[in-house]
């Protein structure tokens, strides 16, 4: 689950669980509850809004709620649930890539699979250097790449050795390995710090006062084809009065 909140004009969007060493598992509840936090977000945001999302305790999130998948009592059931799971995330990646302001990810511990690619779906990505890791466990459990983060990881990731040794190697990257690979802006030694620089860069962008919409569309035109996988369209906007 999860619970938005606004500083100002900075939007946080804190995964929640029921303690510390709660994993933040992508369930339909869990999916739901996100979906509905950054609509809202869309809903409010004027110029010069940011979001950030984080969350409590060791994880930010350890991916789909495979327990529940294998809780259908059977091969095929499991198999189903965990379809209607990847099915269910793609709007959430496409909410990111369509709404209107800057958004940052303030990772302050483990993010595999689909909680990886929820903090890369965001524009910035920070991640402590000393607790946690970057993960898609996806070779290693035996399962293929939902198309959308295929797209999202060719889109995000520049380098062809970095994609390889994230998706192909299935590689537990830290803080420092993430920074040098390219994987996050920066990297800091506590929770505290992960949360006062990305709260200080969310400020920085929403005192830009952009317009939301154009943001949005500049955003998913760097994205096309990710866009097209998740089935948003490109639009040309103007916002400035005088053009």
């Not at 350890?62 to 529940?68: K, Q, S, T, V, Y």
């Amino acid at each position: 689950m999860c619970t938005l909140e606004k500083h100002g004009d900075v939007f946080v969007l804190t995964l929640t669980g029921s303690s510390d060493v709660d994993e933040h598992r992508f369930g339909p509840s869990a999916i739901d509850s996100i979906l509905s936090a950054i609509a809202k977000a869309k809903a409010e945001a004027t110029p010069g809004s940011a979001l950030i999302t984080t969350s409590h305790g060791k994880f930010f999130s350890n991916g789909f709620d495979l327990a529940w998948a294998q809780a259908a009592g059977s091969r095929a059931g499991a198999r189903e649930r965990l379809l209607y799971m990847v099915e269910s995330f793609r709007p959430v990646v496409a909410a990111m890539m369509d709404l209107p302001m800057p958004t940052v990810a303030a990772v302050n511990g483990h993010a595999a699979a689909a909680g990886f690619t929820l903090a890369l779906s965001h524009d910035y990505v920070i991640m402590r250097r000393d607790k946690g890791v970057l993960y898609m466990s996806e070779v290693d459990i035996g399962a293929t790449l939902p198309d959308y983060f295929a797209a999202l990881f060719r889109a995000k990731v520049g380098s062809a050795t970095a994609r390889r040794d994230v998706l192909l190697r299935a590689k537990k990257i830290k803080g420092e390995e993430a920074l040098r690979m390219g994987l996050v802006e920066a990297v800091y030694d506590s929770e505290e710090q992960v949360a006062e620089a990305s709260m200080r860069l969310a400020k920085q962008l929403a005192g830009r006062k952009w317009a939301g919409e154009v943001y949005a569309e500049i955003r998913k035109s760097l994205y096309r084809d990710l866009c097209g996988v998740l089935g948003l369209d490109i639009r040309a906007v103007v916002s400035n009065s005088k053009l």
